[in-house]
């Protein structure tokens, strides 16, 4: 299930929000923090950014700039204990009725890496295909992620270049009309905003963003690759316990608690039938 990541607009916002505090304990009050707000400088570095980008990439890979954004602000409600227990579930029905009746438990399964796996075991694919197709998948998976993940990492990279080019534009004309005081302002305040705006962006934006994607595919490849576990698992029809022992390898020490849970929660309904 997707659900939203309130973390990254959260410590977004956070960024901004300290930095503000700064400006205004620092000026003494809000009007300060107009001191920092330069449109010439915005133009050099979001325009600057943008042109790099497009330099850069191909321009199917920029529309996908937002989906790839899109995905630092949701996350996939799937924990591994729940995942264990519905391939024990699936092996347990496996050997009672057969992989043909796994069809019916498809309906309720979300995830479409599953589905592919547990349609190939019941298509009576050998289990080094089923492996091999999966795995291939996963790479697939890795693929695109990094591709999407590039455009991110890029504006990282770009956005301080073009904070320093802005720089180096309000020198030249700071430099340019020495003989003008009143000049002199207005061409510091563009050298030294546009980086301070370029390196914001790169370092409360644009790479944690970066970071975050990357570990999210970090977390859905080993998601996958106990999936693919799961599967030959069912498909070679393995006694239900060992799948379970083998797939709980992976579980850290709170997710071991949480899997025994889990495993409780039958036993007592089943107790409570019994005394009933």
């Known amino acids: 299930m997707r659900k939203r990541d309130i973390l990254t607009p959260f410590g977004i916002t956070m960024g901004f929000i300290m930095i503000m505090l700064a400006i205004v304990s ?5 009007e300060g923090a107009g001191l920092f707000l330069d449109i010439s400088s915005i133009f050099i570095v979001i325009g600057g950014l943008v042109a790099s980008m497009l330099i850069t990439f191909k321009f199917e890979q920029i529309k996908l700039t937002k989906k790839v954004l899109s995905e630092a602000f ?9 995942l264990i227990t519905l391939f024990v579930h699936l092996s347990e ?4 009725e057969g992989l043909l009746a796994l069809e019916n438990e498809l309906e309720e399964v979300e995830d479409p890496f599953i589905k592919k796996g547990i349609l190939l075991a ?5 289990p080094e295909v089923i492996k091999d197709i999966l795995e291939a998948e996963i790479i697939a998976v890795e693929d695109r992620h990094f591709r999407g993940r590039a455009l991110i990492e890029k504006a990282g990279e770009y956005a301080p270049s073009w904070g320093m080019i802005g720089t180096l534009v309000g020198l030249v004309l700071m430099l340019n009309n020495l003989q003008d005081p009143a000049a002199l302002g207005p061409s510091m305040a563009v050298a030294l905003l546009t980086t301070l705006y370029g390196t914001v962006l790169a370092n409360l934006v644009f790479i944690p963003i ?4 990357e570990s999210k595919t970090e ?7 106990i999936t693919i576990e799961g599967v030959i698992g069912v498909q070679s029809g393995q006694n239900p316990r060992i799948l379970e022992e083998k797939l709980s390898a992976f579980l850290s020490n709170e997710d071991r608690k949480k899997q025994q849970q889990l495993d409780e929660q039958p036993s007592f309904m089943e107790e409570s039938i019994h005394e009933a």
């Open 26 to 30: 620092k000026s003494g009050s809000s």
């Open 74 to 82: 949701h996350k996939h409600d799937q924990r591994l204990p729940e």
């Open 93 to 96: 029905r496996a050997r009672r």
């Open 122 to 126: 019941v298509d009576g694919i050998e």
């Open 210 to 213: 970066a970071a975050k994607l």
């Open 219 to 225: 977390e859905e490849v080993f998601m996958k690759q």
